[in-house]
């Protein structure tokens, strides 16, 4: 009897079938485009709404977010002359000249960091006006290649006036480099506000 009741419940449970194992793996499938879908509109929403943040500090508090940059920078200098001295140091595979070297540079990004901490007013000023001579640098030279490649150019016209527009504004950051820092300081605040709205409504709209 134990017999015969085993071979009837072994005819009786079957494996499952065909259909039933595609149905399990199409409803696992939109369940992972699910999570997958939630988590882009996360990170998107997460970076349009930093973005906005920044943009708004930006142009509300345009000196003190430029002061909080200078704080950020000199405890970066100090972190790096740290790293910098204990290899200096503690690296028993370098020769003398390159530990002396090691600790030395050490040294000056931590008094660098040091000085620029104490005094965020007149670092930030004094990175403003970096920004500005670096830009006008790069400006008069994107004039320039313009100007050198004009042959090349498939429009004449616009690529001279590109030219001459990049030139004088590489020259006026040159003259008045804190100007033009507090113009394009203005100019990154407004692009991050208007880049976190379009990050924060391309999260409610992605996937739908």
Same mark, same amino acid.
């Given at each position: ?34 999570? =997958? ?91 403003? =006006? ?79």
């Amino acid at each position: 009897m134990s017999v015969e009741w085993e071979r009837r419940d072994s005819l009786t449970t079957s494996p499952p079938s065909g259909d039933s194992q595609k149905g399990v793996v199409m409803t696992a499938e939109p369940s992972l485009e699910k999570t =997958a879908t939630n988590g882009i509109r996360t990170a998107l929403g997460v970076g349009g709404v930093l973005s906005l943040i920044l943009g708004i500090l930006i142009l509300v508090w345009p000196g003190k977010t430029a002061m909080v940059v200078a704080a950020i920078i000199a405890i970066y200098a100090i972190a790096a002359g740290l790293v910098y001295a204990g290899l200096g140091i503690f690296a028993a595979g370098k020769g003398g000249w390159s530990r002396i070297g090691h600790v030395l540079l050490g040294v000056l990004f931590i008094i660098a960091g040091i000085v620029a901490f104490t005094n965020l007013g007149a670092t930030a000023v004094w990175l403003a =006006a970096f920004l500005g001579i670096l830009v006008g640098i790069m400006w008069i030279i994107e004039g320039v290649v313009s100007l050198s490649t004009l042959d090349l150019a498939p429009s004449r016209g616009w690529t001279i006036f590109y030219a001459i527009i990049s030139l004088i504004a590489g020259v006026t950051l040159l003259f008045s480099p804190i100007w033009g820092a507090l113009v394009l300081w203005w100019l990154l605040g407004i692009s991050a506000v208007v880049m976190g709205i379009i990050q924060i409504f391309r999260a409610f709209s992605f996937g739908k």
